[in-house]
């Protein structure tokens, strides 16, 4: 169960994140048509950098002993790539 100070550091972050995506204007409709017409990287560089900075701090925090790392079960790829196409398909029709 998570103490009340965990949950308030959580929303912290989430509303840090969420400021974020804002103001890099990822929540409107040019930003995200840009990236499937291939004109707009924006949310790309975005996400990315989001993943490296989440990567690294997970690493920091495994090699300070603040967190233990479990291994990762292998990945099931028909179920990943059938979910990816049916997130992509609804995502266009969405956009479109």
């Known amino acids: 169960m998570m ?3 965990e949950v308030a550091l959580a929303l912290v972050f989430g509303m840090g994140f969420g400021w ?5 204007r990822l929540g ?7 990236v499937f017409r291939f004109k ?11 993943l490296c900075v989440a990567m ?6 495994n090699e ?9 079960n292998e990945t099931y790829l028909v179920g990943n790539l059938a979910g990816g196409l049916i997130f ?3 995502m266009a029709v969405a956009g479109f």
Not at 20 to 24: D, F, I, P
Not at 56 to 61: C, E, K, N, S
Not at 64 to 72: A, C, E
């Open 88 to 90: 992509g398909i609804g």
């Open 20 to 24: 974020a995506l804002h103001k890099a």
């Open 28 to 34: 409107e409709y040019a930003t995200i048509a840009g």
């Open 64 to 72: 300070f002993g603040l967190i233990t790392m479990n291994k990762v």
């Open 40 to 50: 707009d990287l924006t949310v790309l560089k975005f996400m990315m950098t989001a």
């Open 3 to 5: 103490t009340v100070s």
């Open 56 to 61: 690294i701090g997970v690493y920091a925090l």
